[in-house]
């Protein structure tokens, strides 16, 4: 027998793989919804901890799911997360591949790209909105993520360095 | 088979070579690994062209579903089927998938101490900081455009302030801002 709250995994990520245009960083505010206000599956503090954990490994920056299947039932539901997450788009992707050349040039798939453009765009500041509240509670911490900000699209400095900077200055207790 | 991405190509790519050369892409950057496989497919190992890549990253990214997936998918299905999909998507994903599960360990092991607390708290805030940063660099070129502004404040007060379902919202918003598109196309 499956357990119930693997199988919500399954359909919860499942829907989302193919509800995320533009990546998973725009499914943030609907992947908090769902897991925090809805299944009460993590709380905001744990949620911003899976945030954080995702983006402090290498890879592709939809591990926060793992990490939340992991957080619901352990190794099993990260990879149950992980695989519905991925694999319903991509059994799409892989169908489309394949006729892709006989719409490449159309007028209407140039329109459907660059009217989801901004759609992704909203998403993606949706998520950083999200992100703001869940993680942000002190004055110190908003500064972190208002410094990180604006040194980011300002400078060319490579995004590993604020987070091992930002580790650092938390593990001393200063931020 | 391929049909797909533009011509046919003269390689010969095994299974064992997109596991391992999407195995290391996987491992090479933080929060988004998109540049290093642009660099190991054009560069390193010449599997595709840089224009035969950006037709593979744009298809990617009209597609749902997490851009680098949609990548290796593509290209593994390119050189080796369904086989090549499975072999470059597993490689790209496996490692990443192990280091972010020891992590998660790690951090529930001790999450007791206020160092590794704090550590977490702020590597999060500033991670979110990155977050803004990519939304607001991403809305630049939009600006010069009234609907396209329109759209994107529209879904940023449905989903952050309003907090509807992404379903929804995309089935409201989505045609209406194809549609703006096609109006104005050139």
């Known amino acids: 027998m499956i357990p119930q709250v693997l199988l919500e995994l399954a359909q919860q990520f499942g829907l989302l793989s193919f509800l995320a245009i533009g990546g998973v960083n725009a499914l943030i505010p609907d992947i908090h919804r769902r897991v925090v206000d809805m299944e009460h599956w993590m709380t905001d503090a744990q949620f911003s901890q899976a945030f954080a954990i995702s983006q402090a490994s290498p890879g592709p920056n939809m591990l926060i799911v793992s990490v939340i299947g992991w957080n619901v039932y352990g190794f099993v539901g990260a990879l149950v997360a992980t695989l519905a997450i991925c694999l319903p788009s991509s059994v799409l992707t892989y169908g489309v591949a394949h006729v892709w050349n006989r719409f490449r040039d159309a007028p209407l798939r140039s329109a459907i790209q660059r009217g989801l453009a901004p759609v992704t765009v909203g998403l993606i500041l949706a998520s950083g909105y999200v992100l703001v509240r869940a993680t942000d509670s002190t004055w110190v911490a908003y500064a972190l993520t208002g410094a990180t900000t604006l040194l980011a699209l300002t400078t060319r400095i490579q995004p590993l360095w604020f987070l091992l900077a930002a580790g650092a200055l938390g593990a001393l207790g200063v931020a | ?186």
């Not at chain 2, 329109?150 to 952050?160: C, D, E, M, N, P």
């Open chain 2, 1 to 186: 088979m391929n049909d797909s991405i533009p011509s046919a190509p003269p390689l010969a790519v095994s299974c064992t070579d997109l596991f391992i050369g999407f195995l290391k892409v996987g491992m090479s950057g933080f929060g988004g690994v998109m540049p290093f496989a642009r660099r190991m497919l054009v560069e390193e190992r010449r599997w595709l062209s840089e224009r035969e890549f950006t037709e593979v990253l744009s298809l990617s990214q009209f597609l749902p579903g997490p851009n680098i997936i949609n990548v290796s998918v593509i290209v593994g299905s390119r050189f080796a089927g369904p086989v090549g999909s499975l072999a470059a998507s597993l490689g790209l994903m496996l490692m990443p998938f192990l280091i972010v599960l020891v992590l998660a360990a790690l951090y529930a092991r001790f999450d007791a101490l206020a160092a590794v607390r704090g550590a977490t708290a702020s590597v999060s805030s500033a991670a979110t900081g990155l977050i803004v940063a990519m939304g607001l660099r991403m809305a630049q070129p939009l600006m010069g455009t009234g609907w396209q502004v329109a759209i994107a404040a529209l879904g940023f007060v449905a989903l952050a302030l309003l907090r509807l379902p992404l379903l929804w919202a995309l089935l409201a918003i989505a045609p209406v801002s194809v549609a703006c598109a096609w109006w104005t196309r050139k």
